[in-house]
């Protein structure tokens, strides 16, 4: 059976995308939650039905051929319309049952969605929502797989991410800001300040791993970081805010934590900012969404917050 007519599963297509993405079929395996050598297979099977290579294994990491690479765009917008196909169809059968799907940050999903969606359901009436919650990193991989329609994050201007390379709109719906944080001291003061260090004392530093959305906007947006001339230690690291900022209430550190997890505590005097304005990151909270057409409810609340109809 030769390629025009050899049977074609869907699956190679959304394995072909992830391969394209990582450029290492462990990783990618790994996302696509099979086995590495069934994985290989099915790109294997898929180059068999298009009739020639995608990928050319000989680089490292993997790379697109050029016909992959003019397979992939067209894929992409493939794939994309058949979920907004199913999403329609499905919302026309029964609308309410449909309902809204996001992706939020762990500190987003807490911090800010119970609110701000209380306030979108004052006009969009009540909905249905189904909300998943995890890393940035985990969060823009159910967008880019349309697990999800809308993805919740926070965001800087120096750090693009995969989104705005895939073409995802974005619109920003609020603000907040990374603040260095510190527990005070016995005498009710901070027991140190980022502009006034001695040189011989080294600063504990509470911080996010690497992969960190948070940390690598810090990384990006604030170059200082962890302080030029100012000594550092790294005491503790940890993906999530809470968890920084639960150490650096007991004391153990300086954190950068958004001001909207550290609001009560700033105001109830457990926590003091450490350092002058030019410590802070302004960031914004985004909604990244769908590039196809979404359910009618989808695109009303994009609508809402300010999209532009149909984008």
């Known amino acids: 059976m030769g390629p025009g007519n050899r049977p074609l599963d869907l699956e190679w297509l959304e394995d072909f995308l992830a391969l394209a993405e990582t450029g290492n079929f462990s990783r990618a395996a790994q996302a696509r939650h099979i086995a590495q050598p069934a994985f290989s297979r099915h790109i294997k099977s898929l180059e068999e039905w298009t009739g020639v290579p995608l990928f050319d294994r000989s680089e490292h990491p993997t790379v697109l051929t050029p016909a992959g690479q003019r397979f992939k765009p067209l894929l992409e917008e493939l794939l994309g319309r058949l979920e907004s196909a199913r999403s329609l169809a499905r919302a026309a059968h029964d609308e309410a049952a449909a309902g809204l799907r996001f992706a939020a940050t762990h500190l987003l999903s807490l911090a800010f969605f119970p609110a701000w969606f209380s306030r979108v359901e004052q006009t ?3 909905r249905t929502v189904q909300m998943h919650s995890n890393d940035l990193a985990a969060c823009e991989d159910l967008l880019l797989q349309r697990s999800v329609q ?3 994050c926070h965001g800087h201007p120096a750090m693009p991410g995969r989104l705005e390379a895939s073409g995802h709109p974005m619109q920003p719906i ?3 800001t990374l603040l260095p944080v510190v527990a ?3 005498d009710g003061a901070p027991p140190f300040h980022l502009d006034d260090v001695p040189p011989d004392q080294a600063l504990p530093l509470l911080a996010y791993h690497a992969s960190s959305g948070l940390g ?4 990006a947006g604030l170059p200082p970081l962890p302080g030029g001339d100012v000594q550092h230690q790294t005491v503790f690291s940890s993906h999530h805010a809470v968890v920084l900022k639960a150490m650096a209430l007991e004391g153990r550190g300086i954190a ?3 001001r909207s997890l550290v609001a009560a505590e700033l105001q109830g005097g457990q926590l003091a900012v450490a350092g002058g ?3 802070a990151l302004p960031m914004q909270i985004r909604l990244y969404r769908q590039p196809m057409e979404m359910t009618e409810s989808a695109e009303a609340l994009w609508s809402l917050v300010g999209g532009a109809p149909g984008a």
Not at 216 to 219: A, I
Request: net charge negative.
């Open 277 to 279: 304005d030019e410590w």
């Open 184 to 186: 005070l001291g016995p």
């Open 124 to 126: 969009l009436g009540p």
């Open 256 to 258: 950068w934590l958004p």
């Open 216 to 219: 690598r906007m810090l990384q």
């Open 174 to 176: 609020g603000e907040d």
């Open 150 to 152: 809308f993805l919740l």
